[in-house]
């Protein structure tokens, strides 16, 4: 069972990028899952998830209307398409998911999943 997040890099502000959680050994279809990101000194933040409960979606205030995320369930892999970024969304992006049907919104904010992939930085800079 593994997560491999890729996707990451130096953008200018008011650039996109598009991360990729690709899942091997289990179908992510069927499972919670989440993009979280943290920068040093800083708590760990969900950033956006989707349930398996009608795949319920809920994106952080700090993101809304920027980050977009999705699921590819024939490339067994989630997305989170990131456009117009500002230097505070630079971090670590970690994707995560867990075999749980609780809501988005408690899955991203409140519960601690299972399973974690590598990260991959995002750096928003000029």
């Known amino acids: 069972v593994q997560l491999q997040a890729s996707g990451g890099g130096l953008v200018q502000p008011g650039g996109s990028l598009r991360l990729s959680c690709a899942a091997s050994?289990?179908?992510?279809?069927?499972?919670?899952v989440g993009w979280f990101r943290q920068s040093p000194g800083k708590e760990r933040e969900g950033v956006s998830c989707i349930s398996t409960v009608d795949d319920n979606i809920y994106v952080a205030d700090s993101v809304k209307g920027r980050f977009t995320i999705s699921r590819d369930n024939a490339k067994n892999t989630v997305h989170l398409q990131m456009n117009n970024l500002k230097p505070e969304d630079t971090a670590t992006y970690y994707c995560?998911?867990?075999?749980?049907?609780?809501?988005?919104?408690?899955?991203?904010?409140?519960?601690?999943?299972?399973?974690w992939g590598q990260g991959t930085q995002v750096t928003v800079s000029s």
């Open positions: 050994g289990f179908a992510l279809g069927n499972y919670a």
């Open positions: 995560a998911a867990d075999l749980v049907s609780y809501r988005s919104t408690y899955f991203c904010s409140g519960y601690d999943p299972y399973y």
